[in-house]
């Protein structure tokens, strides 16, 4: 197989050196990821998902400009690390937990190096990147204020954080499109948004993945308490190629399902 090996650390050379006696092992958390590797690969990379090639990579590598050392956080099969890494003069790490999600992402290539690591204990000395994404990845994360530490950590001063996220009001669970025929109303119905919870989700017919709801504040908090200070937000509109999936998408044309923050390490 081609390209970089997965292993517990980032092989030698331009890549940042590892944080001596941090553990490779994967956590329990990443065992959905293992079993739906393929479906996650099959209908969200390399194309497939218009929400990725239309909004979130565009996204990423405008915020990325100018970055040299770049870490992607639950890098999956490595999309975003291609991403990065496409943009030259970078030196770009994956880490990801699960080792399926990792094997493709070595057999797919294009330059980064991979590591098998949790979000919560990055095998990397402290100030070792100028930028950090994490990609709809903090939705499964139970850990959240050690994963926020450690992004914090690994970030030199001045770098960057790219935080992007299911909208957390806008997909609290139990949110939804609300088609009302008896009342003639049409409108987007908000869960308990305030509530942190964790749900097990069937998104696609036998694929049930874990979602932890939290509000947005909780996520900012954190953020502030590490030393990381909210400088941009987006909330885009979904992308037209979403939209067109179904005609009733379109009603829901101005609710964003995608919530993006940039952040400072100071």
């Not at 405008?62 to 291609?82: I, K, M, N, P, S």
């Not at 885009?236 to 939209?243: E, M, S």
Request: with cysteine; glycine share 10%; aromatic share 8%.
């Amino acid at each position: 197989m081609s390209g970089p090996e997965i292993s517990a650390e980032p092989s030698a050379g331009s890549r940042p050196d590892a944080r001596p006696g941090a553990s490779p092992e994967p956590s329990a958390d990443a065992s959905p990821w293992e079993r739906h590797a393929d479906w996650w690969q099959d209908g969200f990379t390399q194309g497939a998902d218009a929400e990725y090639e239309e909004q979130i990579l565009p996204l990423v590598a405008a915020h990325l400009a100018g970055a040299t050392r770049v870490l992607d956080v639950g890098t999956g099969e490595g999309q975003v690390a291609r991403l990065a890494h496409a943009g030259g003069g970078r030196s770009v790490v994956g880490v990801d937990p699960s080792r399926a999600q990792l094997t493709a992402a070595v057999g797919r290539n294009g330059g980064p190096a991979y590591a098998m690591a949790a979000a919560g204990a990055l095998p990397f000395t402290s100030g070792a990147f100028d930028a950090v994404v994490a990609c709809l990845v903090f939705e499964h994360i139970t850990e959240v204020e050690q994963a926020i530490a450690e992004v914090a950590r690994v970030l030199g001063v001045g770098g960057r954080f790219l935080f992007l996220l299911n909208h957390p009001l806008l997909q609290t669970p139990g949110s939804g499109w609300i088609d009302d025929h008896i009342l003639d109303e049409q409108y987007w119905r908000i869960g308990p948004y305030l509530t942190e919870d964790t749900i097990l989700e069937e998104v696609d017919k036998g694929v049930f993945i874990p979602f932890v709801h939290r509000p947005l504040s909780r996520y900012v908090n954190l953020m502030a308490a590490s030393g990381l200070l909210v400088t941009h937000m987006e909330e885009p509109a979904p992308p037209p190629g979403f939209l067109a999936r179904a005609a009733e998408y379109s009603a829901a044309a101005t609710i964003p399902r995608l919530l993006f923050l940039l952040s400072e390490r100071r």
